[in-house]
């Protein structure tokens, strides 16, 4: 179904078809913090196949209060690399320390193939990643890989001479992990015959870095990727015939350095453009291009490029009007003094479409914008963070407006083709900021932080926000399928208990039910139960994976609908 909304946004209209309803209801929202203080800081999350939410971050002291902790991997000091794993529920499940006597932090996670990645950056020699070669400079990017339940299977340092950090971390289905990050090291980290072997960034300065990890933890290839102080490589993403990144060019130099030959944009001015770059496998880069308009690009996140199929997208910040949007597009118009922009190219760098994602009230003089990405099995694109621009959210959202001059998370769904398919906003009167949105099949999760009390829901992990810490706490936030209610004029009629369920599941009904018929989210037959026209039964659900189905109930002349949950 398309309707037709229309906003008057400031002093210009914008138009959009919102192509499916916002079909999801708040499941439940928590703030996460250790009580003991202001000490805690999620970096990254991925969420596995049974929909299980993982954080990591950093934390400078130990979380005694939290239970199911770990006396195999606890705080080792100054600062530890740590992950959480939560379930659908927003149950704690548990929570593990990850580092020595010196400062770790985790940047990025990944889950693939039922196994845990992560990436970040450590100081330490002593710490309990399990490293299957030794740290070289006096800090040391890493990247560990572990078991669903966190036990490390290796850990290796992915550095030079001096300071290294991994950034961003994207494995294929073969296991091969790409990751970026930034070095100030000479010597140690990169290898021959790749694109660049030599760092040529002034001396104690910072230049980015690529570089591919086999499956057993070794390094294949590495590859410096920087010209000047003032180039910072961001965000990196798979795909099927390379690998993409990211970054963004902030000399006010005009130079070519990030293009090449043909490429949509072989060079820069003096301003402010974005450079996206796609490598082979095998550490050669194949293309290189600027991206932007006029003025200023910014606000490139470790999480703003991703790929589907052939395609690869990105999105990030610009105050251009112009040579951002193609003809056709979503938004063609900057409609205001600032946007974001959501861009698809194909796997030769040729832009497909490319539109403007929201407007900037004039009034507001600085702006707080953070943006990430994420696309679903479908090819569809979750653009998401921390905005200040109205036009992101359809009618039927969660919060479908945003108050001029405010900050809210966000969550805008767009189809392959950059038409928006439905938006939420989140937050309260005060500051909200929102994370990549973890998608599955029936639901959405997004990690942030927020100022408001009163947004998480009752019986939380953490309802209220951290009274030792700052004024604002990080949240958890999951949206999954609507809640199906039944029908005035039917209620009392069909009653299941208890609902979620480890197990066993009452009915009871004033009609006599003939079957009953379980389906999983996406449509799927998973139980059918046949009954001899019984009011009152009960169904052993044991054997089904935790989840959410909907439950047919069905008598001589109805079908009664309700959406259980399995624990």
């Not at 490589?233 to 030959?261: C, H, K, P, Q, W």
């Not at 990080?474 to 299941?496: C, K, T």
Request: charged share 20%; aromatic share 12%.
């Amino acid at each position: 179904m398309k309707n037709l909304l229309l906003f008057a946004l400031l002093c210009s209209t914008f138009t959009f078809s919102q192509t499916e309803p916002f079909n999801y209801d708040l499941d439940w929202a928590t703030f996460f913090y250790c009580p003991e203080g202001n000490n805690l800081s999620i970096a990254a999350s991925a969420i596995d196949d049974e929909q299980n939410i993982y954080l990591a971050g950093g934390v400078v002291d130990s979380c005694e209060a939290f239970p199911n902790n770990d006396p195999l991997y606890n705080y080792h000091g100054m600062q530890d690399a740590y992950i959480a794993k939560f379930n659908t529920f927003g149950e704690l499940l548990w929570f593990k320390y990850y580092g020595g006597s010196d400062p770790e932090h985790a940047n990025s996670i990944k889950i693939v193939n039922n196994h845990i990645y992560l990436g970040g950056k450590i100081s330490s020699t002593d710490s309990m990643l399990n490293f299957n070669n030794n740290l070289v400079g006096n800090s040391d990017g890493f990247v560990s890989k572990l078991t669903l339940d966190g036990e490390v299977l290796w850990s290796t340092y992915v550095g030079g001479d001096a300071e290294d950090s991994v950034d961003v971390i994207d494995v294929n289905n073969d296991d091969e992990i790409f990751v970026v990050g930034y070095s100030t090291s000479r010597s140690g980290l990169s290898t021959p015959h790749t694109f660049q072997p030599e760092n040529i960034v002034t001396d104690t300065f910072r230049s980015g870095f690529i570089a591919k990890i086999d499956a057993q933890g070794n390094k294949v290839w590495a590859s410096y990727y920087g010209e000047h102080k003032n180039g910072f490589l961001r965000s990196l993403a798979v795909g099927e015939t390379g690998v993409y990144v990211m970054g963004i060019d902030m000399s006010f130099e005009e130079g070519n350095y990030y293009g090449t030959t043909g490429s949509h944009k072989e060079s820069t001015g003096v301003d402010i453009d974005n450079f996206i770059a796609k490598f082979s496998l095998e550490g050669d880069r194949l293309w290189g291009t600027y991206f932007g308009g006029s003025l200023n690009e910014s606000n490139i996140k470790p999480l703003t490029i991703s790929t589907y199929g052939d395609r690869v997208y990105f999105c990030g910040y610009t105050a251009s009007a112009t040579d951002i949007a193609t003809p056709g597009a979503q938004q063609e118009s900057i409609g205001g003094s600032g946007s974001m922009f959501l861009t698809s190219m194909d796997a030769d760098g040729n832009v497909v479409w490319s539109t403007y994602a929201g407007i900037k009230d004039p009034s507001i003089v600085s702006s707080q914008i953070g943006t990430s990405m994420n696309v679903d099995a479908y090819g569809n694109l979750y653009l998401s963070g921390i905005t200040n621009l109205s036009g992101l959210a359809t009618p039927d959202a969660n919060k479908s407006t945003i108050t001029v001059g405010d900050h809210d998370a966000f969550v805008t769904k767009y189809n392959r083709n950059g038409e928006i398919v439905w938006g939420t906003y989140f937050g309260g009167a005060l500051t909200d900021g929102g994370g990549q949105a973890l998608v599955s099949a029936d639901s959405f999760v997004f990690t942030g932080y927020s100022y408001n009390e009163g947004i998480t829901t009752p019986g939380a992990f953490k309802e209220t926000l951290n009274p030792n810490g700052s004024d604002y706490s990080d949240i958890i936030v999951r949206f999954g399928p609507p809640r199906l209610s039944i029908p005035e004029q039917n209620e009392g009629q069909f009653v299941v208990w208890p609902n979620p369920t480890n197990g066993l599941l009452t009915i009871n009904a004033t009609k006599e039910i003939k079957e009953v018929k379980i389906y999983d989210i996406v449509g799927k037959l998973i139980l059918t139960t046949k009954f001899k026209n019984e009011k009152h039964t009960t169904l052993d659900l044991s054997g089904l994976m935790p989840g959410t189905y909907l439950l047919h109930a069905i008598t001589e002349d109805e079908i009664q609908l309700q959406k259980i949950i399995k624990r």
